[in-house]
């Protein structure tokens, strides 16, 4: 008798190879050119929506995580051409830890591959990543691989790693994982009915982008963060969400206004308003001169709002449309007073809001057409991204059960 053993299908690790699997299309609505950059794996996924953390300092190249074939790596485009070079070594797992974490409550081991976690010093081309339960990051053209925190430790979840604009440091923010969970136990409530009267616990660690100690720099209860990108152009600045019970991430607490601003070295918070009554702001980002702030939200007349605040809270301009019922974030867009939408006033383009006006213009840039009910969680969203000479647009999109990198030029 013989016994067969099947073993998991597992990607060969190419790191250091590079290919060409783009194609590039006009648009049918717009006509602008449309590189579609992959067309293999489960998933193929820029960072998310902060301003100036996917694209090198000169355009020439994107950062994207992918699963393919059980595991999962960072890559770049080189964007003139659209090849692809596989940066780290193949992880087993497929990653996407980050909503997750968000469900489950705990950080779940360094064996599950990469996650969307991810950002880019852009002038010295250093990819920084969260693998599983490490902080990790990989040079853009050396290829060299450094590890910056071994383990985040199991009672915290890694929100979205940050670059400093001088490029020294690294600011990676936690709440507290479910200690149902992060015990080992089945958790006999959710995460958000566990912490619905006293909150999470938010805490900003800082490591040299070099490697080196890591240390805590701010904390504070009650409060959960995922988000905490640095102003562009003053590393003493952070933006923070902060998602106070019962409702979290999905609501706060109704009454207080979301995002604020923290000043690191007197550990000042600046709030953030927006003008609509309802204070949940979403989706906020830098402005690429580090001025100001975009966001939206749904309205309590309806609908949402999209608006920009300047750095010290002053309103900038806001704008309700009550009849806008898509889904979607908001991004920056660089040398234009422009906001990027890939949702809100339609599902399936991406827009631009130019915001220098009383009366709000929008153009059309290309359409993504995502499924935005696609899983596991944040495979269908866009997120969407200036260049740094704002030539191009960024995005994913989902169909047919898998997600995709685009590159559009405006």
Not at 45 to 52: D, F, L, R, S
Not at 112 to 132: D, N
Request: charged share 15%; net charge negative; glycine share 10%.
């Amino acid at each position: 008798m013989t016994l067969t053993i099947h073993l998991p299908t597992f990607p060969p690790d190419r790191k250091g190879e590079t290919w060409n699997e783009s194609e590039t299309y006009l648009d049918p609505v717009t006509l602008h050119r449309v590189r579609k950059v992959t067309c293999t794996g489960l998933y193929n996924q820029t960072p998310t929506y902060h301003t100036g953390t996917a694209w090198s300092a000169d355009s020439r190249f994107l950062v994207f995580a992918s699963a393919r074939g059980g595991g999962s790596a960072i890559f770049r485009c080189h964007v003139p051409t659209g090849e692809i070079t596989q940066l780290t070594h193949t992880f087993p797992g497929v990653g996407c830890l980050d909503e997750l974490h968000k469900l489950n409550g705990t950080c779940t081991g360094n064996g599950l591959g990469v996650t969307m976690l991810t950002c880019i010093a852009p002038h010295s081309g250093w990819v920084v990543y969260v693998q599983g339960c490490a902080l990790r990051s990989v040079h853009l053209e050396t290829l060299e691989e450094r590890t910056l925190i071994e383990n985040i430790g199991a009672g915290w979840i890694a929100g979205m790693p940050s670059v400093d604009p001088e490029e020294q440091y690294v600011i990676q923010p936690m709440m507290s994982a479910h200690p149902e969970i992060a015990a080992g136990n089945a958790p006999t409530r959710t995460y958000m009915q566990h912490f619905e009267s006293t909150g999470p616990t938010m805490r900003l660690v800082q490591v040299p982008l070099l490697g080196g100690e890591v240390r805590e720099i701010y904390c504070e209860a009650g409060i959960g963060c995922a988000h905490s990108p640095h102003c562009p152009t003053d590393s003493e600045y952070v933006l923070l969400d902060r998602d106070k019970p019962p409702r979290l991430w999905g609501g706060s607490d109704g009454v207080t206004n979301r995002i604020w601003t923290l000043h690191l070295p007197t550990r000042r918070l600046t709030e953030l308003p927006n003008q609509d009554q309802a204070k949940f702001q979403v989706h906020s980002a830098w402005t690429w001169d580090g001025s100001s702030v975009v966001y939206h939200g749904k309205s309590a007349l309806g609908g949402y709002y999209i608006g920009v605040v300047a750095k010290d809270g002053s309103p900038i301009r806001e704008y309700k449309f009550t009849q806008a019922g898509s889904y979607g974030h908001v991004s920056a867009m660089a040398n234009r007073p422009a906001i990027i939408l890939d949702g809100n006033l339609t599902s399936d383009m991406i827009l631009l809001l130019d915001y220098d006006h009383p009366t709000p213009r929008i153009e059309m840039i290309a359409r993504h057409a995502t499924y935005w009910g696609g899983l596991p969680w944040q495979y269908s969203h866009p997120h969407q991204q200036s260049s740094p000479d704002g030539r191009f647009i960024s995005f994913n999109a989902v169909q047919n059960g898998r997600a995709d990198v685009y590159i559009a030029e405006v």
